[in-house]
């Protein structure tokens, strides 16, 4: 079953997903106990380990806030692909899946079509159209692991696909309000990356 949803001007598709993830990811809920968000207004300290590391290295974020919430990080960056024979293809290996609820958005440009491709016990492959050029995966809820993603797709006539990524993740305060997370940085590439944690924004910068 296919429907088409509006979420601010962007048009995604919603569609049953495999049967064997779905109840993967029900079974996954049932261990889940929600944490009361943070408040839009509430003070959020915050600081990483580095504002420079080599790929692969652990960031540390750490800071603190109101005790027993959650927070949400957003970590943002942009890669450009080549093109071979008119295709495209990225993999991302040993992506750390850590907390729920998670997000994961991936934006293609100058694509017809893209591919995601997420490795568990089984390959589960996600299609999607391209619109005006541009192609939009998100997953929601992903149960925590360790896993392999692949993005491919065809192209119409460019040199390069840009790829936009948004990993949203969840951060706990303790009953004293600190939290402390450590993300792997072996999916992310060379260059920037943004970070959202409250309202404020830092950048990083991965280097070989």
Avoid at 58 to 67: A, R, Y
Avoid at 80 to 96: M, Q, T, W
Avoid at 114 to 120: D, E, I, L, N, Y
Wanted: aromatic share 10%; net charge negative; glycine share 6%.
């Amino acid at each position: 079953m296919w429907g088409s949803l509006v979420y601010g001007g962007i048009i995604t598709i919603k569609e049953d997903y495999n049967l064997f993830l779905t109840l993967i990811k029900k079974i996954n809920s049932l261990f889940y106990r929600p944490v009361p968000e943070i408040s839009h207004g509430d003070l959020i300290e915050w600081d990483v380990s580095s504002i420079q590391l080599k790929q692969g290295e652990e960031l540390m974020i750490s800071g603190k806030t109101k005790p027993d919430k959650s927070i949400k990080l957003d970590v943002n960056f942009e890669m450009s692909i080549p093109v071979n024979d008119k295709k495209y293809e990225h993999r991302f290996d040993d992506v750390a899946i850590n907390s729920i609820p998670n997000e994961f958005r991936v934006e293609a440009y100058n694509v017809r079509n893209m591919t995601f491709t997420v490795r568990m016990l089984i390959p589960f492959k996600q299609y999607r159209e391209a619109e005006n050029g541009r192609a939009i995966y998100i997953d929601k809820d992903v149960p925590s692991g360790n896993y392999d993603i692949i993005i491919n797709g065809e192209i119409e006539s460019a040199e390069n696909v840009l790829l936009k990524i948004k990993a949203s993740q969840t951060i706990v305060s303790d009953s004293e309000g600190n939290f402390a997370y450590g993300y792997p940085t072996k999916a992310f590439p060379i260059g920037p990356i943004k970070l959202f944690l409250g309202k404020e924004e830092k950048e990083i910068k991965i280097i070989p």
